[in-house]
């Protein structure tokens, strides 16, 4: 029988941590992060990481475990959420993931083999080699041959995307297509819930938050970052932090690097929105801030018929 699981998911800043807080408090439950960028100590205004007193006591897993100069990757986050949804599993608690990074989320949910598609510099070197030689036109007629679906997805100049899909398929025998139709089937039974807004409101929720953090410090935990040589770090690409560094540097003005940050964390909600819809099975919920108590307790009582079932 696969591990029944909660997740919650929706945009930045659309009430996903208030509501796995009422879930684990409710169903004894353990909140898993699903967000990409909260796995690193010390970045906590730009990440919006949930803080102790939000945790109201409840476990959290994956906030706080790297240093912020290390890499993260995907594979990496699958196989320590997995670890984690097997140890909360194993004490009888109920599994709560909840973020918006859907990348991430997905990779939990669904049978990616990550070990299979790990990146080689020599092949990378190999076909860059070949397209010099012969052209682009010539990888890519290849990649129409082997997987004329994939093909269909990728501009006949986008190298790296070119030479990623020809990678999967010599190193692994199967194409990039192949690969990504094994991964519908979820080795859990996830209910997956929503959360979405009305977008005014949303991306006006948006633009309170940043102000928000940066009257909370934002831009000195960016320039604390810059100042230990962590520049050029995995960490320092998350929204929050690139938008800032033009203006540490002297590029921009600081009303210039807000906006920047306003926009960019406004269309990364749209993107989310668009990624959730298009790759997961999801119950959504609109949410306004004047009904969300409502909205919360249908949710949980929707959760509660789903843990349940047999």
């Known amino acids: 029988m696969r591990k029944k699981i909660i997740v919650i998911v929706g945009p930045t800043a659309v009430g996903k941590t208030a509501l796995s807080i009422e879930a684990a408090k409710k169903f004894d439950g353990e909140v898993i992060s699903g967000d990409s960028m909260q796995v690193y100590r010390h970045l906590n205004i730009g990440t919006a990481k949930v803080t102790k007193e939000e945790m109201k006591g409840i476990p959290h897993h994956l906030i706080d475990i790297l240093h912020p100069g290390d890499n993260f990757s995907v594979a990496d986050f699958q196989h320590r959420v997995r670890e984690c949804i097997d140890d909360i599993y194993s004490r009888n608690k109920t599994v709560i993931i909840a973020g918006g990074t859907g990348l991430y989320i997905q990779s939990v949910l669904y049978d990616y083999n990550f070990s299979d598609q790990a990146r080689s510099m020599d092949y990378q070197e190999e076909i860059e080699k070949e397209i010099k030689e012969k052209g682009i036109e010539s990888a890519y007629n290849r990649l129409k041959t082997v997987d004329p679906d994939q093909a269909a997805k990728i ?92 203006y540490i540097k002297g590029e921009i003005s600081l009303d210039q690097a807000v906006e920047l940050l306003k926009r960019n964390s406004r269309r990364f909600a749209k993107r989310q929105y668009t990624w959730f819809r298009n790759k997961m099975s999801v119950h959504w919920y609109g949410i306004l801030p004047e009904t969300k108590d409502q909205v919360f307790e249908n949710i949980l009582k929707d959760l509660e018929g789903f843990l349940r079932k047999k």
């Open 155 to 246: 501009h006949p100049n986008n190298e790296r995307r070119l030479i990623r899909a020809l990678e999967v398929y010599d190193r692994t025998g199967f194409t990039m297509t192949e690969q990504q139709q094994r991964q519908h089937e979820s080795r859990y039974d996830p209910y997956i819930v929503g959360l979405e807004m009305e977008r005014t409101i949303l991306y006006n929720r948006i633009n309170r938050r940043v102000e928000a953090m940066l009257e909370q410090g934002l831009l000195e935990e960016v320039r604390r970052m810059v100042d230990q040589g962590l520049e050029y770090s995995q960490a320092m690409r998350g929204i929050g932090y690139k938008e800032l560094l033009p």
